[in-house]
């Protein structure tokens, strides 16, 4: 099992000193994995629809601004040594992919083999249209491109490539990275991104427990068997995608009493927390990514030595990869306070619970993806 945290791009804590002290302190407690979101501009006119959101509304915070994530990586490259760094996600029409390429092949170079591009095809029409990026209707078949394009930078020499969205050659692609292939982990839970997970991906990489996305243990379990589908029809083996969870977590503190039913997953006591991790890794979730909820530093940082003292040792046994059918289905329901999801819940709990999901969504401070 591996655990890691998502980092603010933007906000109060996305400063120099407070990123490196949350980084720092990752990577000296073992954890396996920093990511870092991405946007490079927000149009101040829009009318998308932001997936992570009950209301569909896109955080209104935006004058403080995103930092580029590929830049942020570097930094904290710089100020850790074991802990992974990836994207969650990079918008991969946003960018030109051979230059994105040489980028995270050289990070991943001097940083020693560290790096996980976490991608993903975007939601935001207007900020493709401020990039001049491939056409917002497109953006699925030209990330497509983009990944068997970055995998050729990373893996031929001489590259030669004559695509749809791009053409090249022949030319040197160099340096190559460190660990010979970047893992690619494609977010996203729609048909389209599970077809993409399942053919040419190393991971899945969804965010859950964000209304409306629940991905509660049931849903994940279900999509992650059409993930396999997919890579069986593609030739390749279901067991080689990593499936990954990103949700925000909350510890209670020290003697706080179990939170009942009416309860958010991931937010309650150890405990609780560990009867959470349990019932996603009975359905084959092997590396978690956990999102602060607050903006105060001392308490993120006592946030992640709790969890590395007081629920992590418990719950590093991996559970069966990728378990489906019947036994999935008894260890979700055996999992305390956790309903399988949306589409099967069932009673007053199961609404309960998403009743709190959509109450925590609009305490906390937004995500992104």
């Known amino acids: 099992m591996h655990f890691g945290f998502s980092l603010p791009g933007r906000g109060p804590l996305a400063r120099p000193d407070s990123l490196v002290k949350l980084a720092r302190k990752a990577d000296s407690l073992g954890y396996a994995s920093l990511f870092v979101t991405d ?21 209104d915070d935006w004058k403080e601004g995103y930092l580029e994530p590929l830049a942020l990586m570097s930094y904290l490259a710089g100020a850790t040594s074991t802990v992974r760094l990836g994207t969650s996600v990079l918008i991969l029409p946003y960018r030109n992919p051979v230059v994105v390429a040489k980028m995270l092949a050289t990070l991943d170079v001097m940083s020693g083999g560290r790096v996980i591009l976490g991608a993903g095809v975007g939601w935001f029409k207007e900020e493709f249209e401020a990039l001049q990026a491939p056409p917002f209707a497109e953006r699925g078949r030209a990330s497509d491109e983009y990944i068997g394009l970055m995998r050729a930078c990373w893996t031929r020499e001489p590259l030669e490539w004559n695509g749809t969205y791009y053409r090249l050659g022949p030319v040197s692609a160099m340096p190559k990275p460190l660990q010979g292939r970047i893992p690619i982990w494609t977010g996203g839970h729609t048909g389209a991104a599970l077809r993409r997970t399942g053919e040419l991906a190393d991971g899945w990489h969804p965010i859950g427990l964000r209304a409306p996305a629940a991905l509660y ?16 029809k593609a030739g390749r083996d279901p067991k080689e995608i990593t499936l990954t969870f990103r949700a925000p977590l909350e510890l209670h503190p020290r003697g706080a009493k179990a939170s009942g039913g009416d309860r958010v ?11 959470d991790i349990r019932s996603y890794q009975a359905v084959g979730v092997t590396h978690f990514i956990f999102d602060f909820t607050s903006t105060d530093l001392r308490a993120l940082l006592t946030l992640m030595e709790r969890f590395a003292s007081d629920v992590r040792p418990m719950v590093m046994r991996a559970g069966p990869r990728h378990a489906r059918g019947s036994a999935a289905r008894r260890a979700v329901k055996r999992a305390s306070g956790v309903r399988a999801g949306p589409r099967r819940a069932r009673g007053a709990r199961g ?19």
């Open 39 to 59: 946007h490079v501009v927000i149009p101040l006119r829009n009318e998308s629809s932001y997936p992570y959101s009950p209301t569909g509304k896109f955080a």
């Open 217 to 232: 243990p049931e849903e994940y379990a279900e999509k992650a068997a059409v993930i396999a589908d997919w890579a069986r």
């Open 265 to 275: 997953p991931f937010r309650g006591t150890p405990a609780e927390v560990i009867a």
């Open 351 to 369: 609404s309960a619970t998403r009743r709190a999901v959509k109450r925590a969504e609009n305490r906390a401070p937004r995500g992104d993806r």
